[in-house]
């Protein structure tokens, strides 16, 4: 298989789940900053030139992390990282693989907001202020549903675990996280996960942020 992929972006949660199937990849890297993104090679297996793609060895190309995620999990069922129709579960983990990507689209707007405007003068703090605020009633929502588990499914890790996990690497650097005890907690159990751990040593180094945290500036 072939993962077109950039560090630290969301082609990481393709990265970890083929490394939790035990899955070997051949990982074709691209950079936000060097036009490569426009490449034909990348356009033909995503035609909004986004990451991730991906190559089946069946030659079938796919785009969009929760798609590719459930097909490899539905693909590979004896790692129990899918919850199919009738698993009491079901609801609750398509509601998180949908949730991720809420939460997702807020931390993008607060990455083009600090990190992608070309004059960061040009940032509107007002509108920093209700992307913050909104990723945090998020995040306070899935601290909550942590509450008294080690997994977002009551019956496990799964891909929504992989969906939403990958968030709270990017979500420190704009909201203190020591504030959510059960996502700290949850987090250092991603850590101890080996498939994880040798996800991010292939993972590459990332080049968006220059700093450990990125406060809303003053509207003065």
């Known amino acids: 298989m072939i993962l077109h992929h950039i560090p630290f972006s969301r082609s990481f949660r393709i990265l970890w ?12 890297v691209y950079s936000i900053r060097d036009g490569s993104m ?19 060895d069946d030659g079938s190309v796919m785009f969009e992390s929760a798609a590719i995620l459930q097909v490899l999990a539905e693909t590979h069922p004896e790692f129990d990282l899918d919850r199919p129709i009738g698993h009491p ?11 991720a ?20 003068k040009d940032m509107s703090v007002s509108v920093a202020k209700l992307n913050t605020a909104r ?11 942590l509450d008294g588990q080690d997994w977002l499914c009551r019956s496990g890790f799964s891909i929504a675990d992989i969906m ?14 020591e504030q959510f005890e059960n996502l700290t907690a949850y987090r250092s159990r991603i850590d101890e996960r080996p498939a994880y ?4 040593k292939k993972d590459g180094e990332q080049d968006f942020y220059k700093q450990d945290f990125y406060p809303i500036p003053n509207s003065a």
């Open 17 to 28: 789940m083929l490394e939790e199937i035990g899955r070997q990849v051949d990982l074709r």
């Open 38 to 56: 426009r490449s034909k090679e990348l356009l033909r297996c995503s035609p909004a030139g986004r990451v991730p793609a991906i190559e089946f």
């Open 89 to 99: 579960d079901r609801y609750r983990f398509l509601e998180i693989l949908s949730f």
């Open 101 to 120: 990507e809420t939460i997702g689209s807020e931390l993008e707007m607060l990455n083009l907001q600090h990190l992608f405007l070309r004059n960061p």
């Open 135 to 145: 990723m945090k009633i998020g995040l306070k929502a899935v601290d909550a549903m």
């Open 164 to 177: 939403m996990g990958f968030n709270l690497f990017c979500a420190k650097y704009f909201i203190d996280m």
């Open 197 to 200: 751990q040798r996800a991010c």
